[in-house]
């Protein structure tokens, strides 16, 4: 076994302690040969701290595109020449989705807008989409609206919002490449009223960027430095008329060694697959990824463009002899 | 006809991979007058409206 294997095990998966910065690099570079071994490590270590539970969510874009901020890899910025138009979800197609995705046996739901942060429309609009939902839906409600004022924060906290998605993207020394209009520090400014205010917080980010594999580490360090309740792991799928529209899609044995370094550097986080896998690993590489420290799914589509059917991923799950978290579980 | 992904002439040029990209994408360009549709995907689903010719969903 490598090196930096024996290390992990020693301390990941026997004590529980999550990597540093110079070790994730280390497993970033694990040579092919040694890949298998680093994923039945992550396995191991997901298997041990987090127990073998698939938490399943659906997602749902409340408002879509027509975004003023301009993350170099999103279809739903007004500044780019993306066909994505933008558009409102209605609240009884928003409890419909909540309902389909119930349906699923997820015990999460979030509801996602594209906007720098929310405003009064956006605000009342999520009041009365939440109180709708739990008034006909069992299923945990969480919400991404971007940047938050500490007003709002208590708002969604007392509308029963249990869990906040705002992903850091990338890590910090990459970000400026990334997005221009908001900083790095902006974000992490949320994410700590979000964790104050009890609030579980959701905070990941895109693999393929054009982050090098330095920056990668980093950025699975300062994931780990915040300490979230959940991690969102998407792979770039490069989207037509923004800056990274040409960029390539993370090979998928890239995609496995980042899936087990990040769940190395978190032993104990909610690590989920998002957005691009299919492209990324394809129905071979989720299943890897599941048996790599994976512990957790969006099934269904996703904002702007589709996933694998639902069932698809619950057969696979069943197969895997891995259980769907229950809601009494997540409560 | 247009390509309802990348909204130019169905008939000119190769549209392999638009027709490859469309299996993990709603269309995005009403097929038969280009303009840009307003699209809403959901989780089990999508809606795609022209102004001009109306709703589709899957």
């Known amino acids: 076994m490598p090196d930096i294997l024996e290390r992990a095990r020693a301390q990941v998966l026997a004590n529980g302690v999550g990597l540093g910065e110079a070790e994730i690099l280390e497993v970033l570079r694990t040579p092919d040969e040694d890949l298998p071994e680093l994923l039945q490590l992550a396995h191991d270590v997901r298997m041990k701290w987090c127990g073998p539970e698939v938490e399943v969510e659906g997602i749902v874009s409340l408002k879509t595109g027509g975004c003023p901020e301009d993350c170099h890899f999103c279809s739903q910025s007004g500044l780019f020449t993306s066909p994505v138009r933008a558009v409102w979800l209605d609240i009884p197609s928003l409890v419909e989705a909540a309902k389909q995705t119930a349906a699923t046996g997820a015990t999460e739901f979030c509801i996602v807008a594209a906007v720098r942060g929310p405003d009064k429309r956006l605000m009342d609009q999520m009041r009365e989409g939440v109180k709708a939902i739990r008034a006909a839906v069992d299923i945990q409600v969480a919400a991404s609206l971007g940047m938050l004022t500490q007003e709002q924060v208590d708002e969604l906290v007392e509308m029963g919002v249990h869990r906040y998605n705002h992903n850091l993207e990338t890590c910090r020394s990459f970000f400026p490449n990334v997005v221009t209009t908001h900083s790095w520090e902006e974000r992490w400014g949320t994410l700590k009223m979000v964790r104050d205010s009890g609030m579980e917080v959701c905070c990941g980010g895109i693999l393929g960027l054009g982050e090098t594999i330095e920056q990668r580490a980093e950025f699975a360090a300062q994931l780990a430095e915040l300490d979230p309740h959940e991690v969102p792991m998407n792979f770039l799928n490069p989207r037509p008329g923004t800056p990274l529209g040409d960029q390539p899609v993370v090979e998928g044995k890239d995609a496995l060694r980042a899936i087990a370094a990040f769940r190395l550097a978190m032993p104990r986080t909610i690590l989920r697959y998002a957005g691009g896998r299919e492209i990324t690993l394809g129905d071979l590489g989720t299943r890897d990824g599941l048996l790599g420290g994976i512990n957790a799914v969006i099934v269904g589509n996703y904002l702007t463009t589709l996933g694998r059917p639902a069932t698809e991923?619950?057969?696979?799950?069943?197969d895997l002899k891995m259980p769907v978290k229950a809601l009494s579980a997540t409560l | 006809?247009?390509?309802?992904?990348?909204?130019?002439?169905?008939?000119?040029?190769?549209?392999?991979?638009?027709?490859?990209?469309?299996?993990?994408?709603?269309?995005?360009?009403?097929p038969q007058c280009r303009r840009r549709m307003k699209v809403q995907v959901v989780p089990t689903g999508w809606r795609a409206s022209c102004v001009e010719h109306g709703t589709r969903t899957a």
């Open chain 2, 1 to 30: 006809m247009f390509c309802d992904r990348c909204g130019e002439n169905a008939a000119a040029g190769d549209h392999a991979a638009c027709a490859a990209a469309r299996e993990l994408e709603p269309p995005r360009f009403c």
């Open chain 1, 313 to 318: 991923d619950l057969a696979l799950l069943e």
